[in-house]
């Protein structure tokens, strides 16, 4: 079976999943509910985990796809992309500061971080799946 082909839509479902679980977090710690923001955060965790390791996978074995939209649509493409991919490398020390304050029990400092870095994770995941839909769906490759 070849694996490929469900992987940049499995990829696109990941993104959203995580967005959502990242956002109902976010809900859940302004009410007080430590507990379940602590689920949905492992959720979240481990569902952009899946992701990163299945597109480091795909991208390793089909490199890059050009995309194929033509006119006003490619800057607004690559203005997506170029901020989706920045605030992706941006995001990761972020998570892994946050885990690691949390961890151990440093809640302010991982209040501090935690407020940057939420809206930066549920961004990258959403414009994740924008791009899938620009570059697969609506301008899929030639």
Do not use: E, K
């Not at 959203?16 to 956002?23: G, H, K, T, V």
């Not at 509910?33 to 074995?61: C, D, E, K, P």
């Not at 997506?80 to 605030?87: A, K």
């Amino acid at each position: 079976m070849d694996v490929i082909p469900i992987l940049p839509p499995l990829q696109a479902t990941l993104n959203f999943i995580a967005a959502c679980l990242a956002s109902a977090a976010w809900f859940y710690v302004y009410r007080g509910n430590r507990n379940a923001h602590r689920v949905l955060m492992v959720g979240a965790l481990t569902v952009s985990s899946l992701f990163l390791i299945s597109y480091l996978y795909y991208h390793y074995l089909v490199g890059n796809i050009p995309f194929a939209g033509q006119g006003i649509i490619r800057p607004i493409y690559f203005s997506i992309l170029i901020s989706h991919v920045i605030l992706a490398a941006a995001m990761t020390p972020m998570i892994l500061l946050v885990i690691v304050f949390a961890a151990r029990g440093q809640y302010n400092r991982h209040r501090r971080i935690a407020r940057w870095t939420l809206p930066i994770w549920v961004y990258v995941s959403l414009t994740g799946v924008l791009i899938y839909l620009l570059a697969f769906h609506i301008y899929p490759p030639l």
